[in-house]
């Protein structure tokens, strides 16, 4: 049996390949996903304070180390039996939004547009943020500066703008004062200007593309708040694969509803319903799951995106446009947060004592969707046992199967083209995966990985 590679698969965060095999017949027999990454965040937390977790996790990845921090956070608090005051909140808030920010900036601009502003043909040196930036200065500038604003937000709320360390158990260690404040509402404005203006090409990117590549239908897991967008509060709620809400839940209950599960030819985890639906995660389930964006720019846009996809897409692509939305929704956002008199307030934190409940479950949505840390610790707050269920894996199934779809559509008596190769890894930038914090192991993984023929 013939096999084509590709490795590794650009312009995404951390490492993945694509392996395709071939029949005799130069047609494609089955084709995967690919990670060989194994980092081991969830061992070698075992033994450490849980307090140390919030600390800790964002060190997994530099992309989106808020979200991390946050979940810890939010864990932590369930395990002291402390809620932050409102002001600690708003700040936590604050700092995700950042975090959204900056990400869905760079992975619109930098990541994917290449794609579709060069065109998916053209040749691998001039498609990628260079070439964008010679083709398109404006938007590359735009693009910048835009992710400048949340680092910027990201350092002041968290402390730092790579690995934030200010959420802990009750709330945030420092208050945003006021002049740093006023500094971040001119960026914000400024922010917003660049989004609105953005959409503009967002709304057109995929004019032209057939959106039905990659194409697989799964149901959907996000967190809303009485049908509000949300990414800090509220419970998680599921759709199946034709649009019905078929649950939700908070806290350790996700266990009763999704189950994480390996393959063969993968480091990377899988997860799915229980029952056995597949399911996907990130600004695409978002968006089918909420009824509002909450704000005026960001509800107008997904109003538009509504009339193209239709109340609950499918389409893997279309991740693009519910992803700039979120965008949008940001920048709209941090300018209400940063106007929030209250921001500014010194009631941050409530303070924690003894351990009060022995596990802790953390939940937030991360820009690239919905992120649990699960804690179990001893009496004196020692963790025993640490579960992390990222995005990325959530999503696994559904880049997996979007692989082999593309794969079948694009492979030619047994050759690949270097064009090709690309709308292969369109499929998986789609969803902007993260391979750092989608890799950790359950159970024996084995030393040796081999992509084998799927059997279903």
């Keep these: 049996m013939k096999e084509i590679t590709i490795s590794p698969v650009t312009r995404i965060e951390g490492h993945a390949g694509v392996k395709i095999y071939l029949n005799d017949q130069g047609e494609v027999d089955s084709a995967h996903f690919q990670v060989v990454e194994l980092r081991g965040f969830e061992k070698f937390l075992v033994g450490a304070a849980i307090e140390e977790a919030p600390r800790i996790t964002p ?45 869905h900036a760079l992975h619109f601009f930098m990541l994917a547009a290449p794609d579709f502003i060069l065109g998916h043909d053209a040749p691998a040196e001039i498609r990628n943020v260079v070439g964008l930036a010679r083709h398109s200065p404006e938007i590359a500038k735009k693009a910048i500066a835009v992710r400048k604003f949340g680092q910027r937000l990201t350092e002041a709320v968290g402390g730092k703008p790579i690995h934030p360390a200010n959420a802990l158990p009750g709330g945030m260690s420092a208050p945003l004062t006021e002049g740093k404040r006023a500094e971040l509402a001119v960026m914000a404005d400024e922010a917003l200007g660049i989004a609105r203006e953005g959409w503009d090409i967002a709304r057109t990117l995929l004019d032209g593309v057939d959106t039905g590549i990659g194409a697989i239908k799964t149901g959907f897991l996000g967190m809303t708040n009485h049908g509000l967008y949300s990414t800090c509060e509220g419970p998680v709620a599921m759709l ?14 996700y266990t009763n509803f999704i189950e994480e599960y390996s393959e ?25 799951i909420v009824e509002r964006m909450g704000t005026e720019h960001a509800d107008a846009a997904l109003a538009e995106y509504r009339e193209r996809f ?21 920048c709209e956002r941090a300018v209400e947060l940063l106007s929030d008199p209250g921001i500014t307030g010194s009631d941050i934190r409530t303070p924690a004592g003894k ?32 579960n992390l269920i990222v995005a990325t894996c959530q999503n696994n199934y559904a880049i997996d199967r979007g692989v082999e779809d593309m794969a079948r559509r694009v492979v030619e008596n047994g050759a690949l083209t270097e064009g090709a190769a690309n709308r292969i890894e369109m499929i998986i930038r789609a969803y902007d995966p993260c391979i750092s914090c989608a890799t950790h192991a359950i159970g024996r993984m084995p030393l040796k990985i081999e992509c084998i023929r799927r059997r279903t």
């Excluded at 369930?78 to 939004?97: D, Q, S, W, Y």
């Excluded at 899988?270 to 639906?277: C, H, I, L, N, Y």
């Excluded at 802790?360 to 707050?381: F, K, M, Q, W």
């Design 310 to 330: 239709g109340t609950v897409a499918q389409a893997a692509l279309a991740y693009h446009l519910a992803r700039y939305i979120e965008f949008l929704a940001s």
């Design 240 to 253: 199946g694969p034709d649009g019905g809400r078929i649950g939700s839940f908070s806290g350790p209950e």
């Design 264 to 288: 063969d030819w993968s480091y990377l985890k899988f997860a799915r319903f229980k029952g056995g639906d597949y399911y996907r995660v990130g600004p695409l389930a978002r968006l089918n």
């Design 355 to 386: 351990v009060v409940n022995r596990r802790g479950v953390g939940i937030i949505e991360a820009p690239r969707g919905t992120l649990i840390h699960d804690y179990t610790v001893n009496e004196a707050g020692i963790i025993e046992r640490c």
């Design 59 to 103: 060190r997994i990845c530099g992309i989106c180390p808020s979200a991390h921090h946050l979940a810890a956070a939010k864990a932590t608090d369930r395990i002291f039996g402390v809620e932050p005051p409102a002001t600690g909140k708003k700040l936590r808030e604050l700092l995700n939004v950042g975090q959204f920010t900056h990400s």
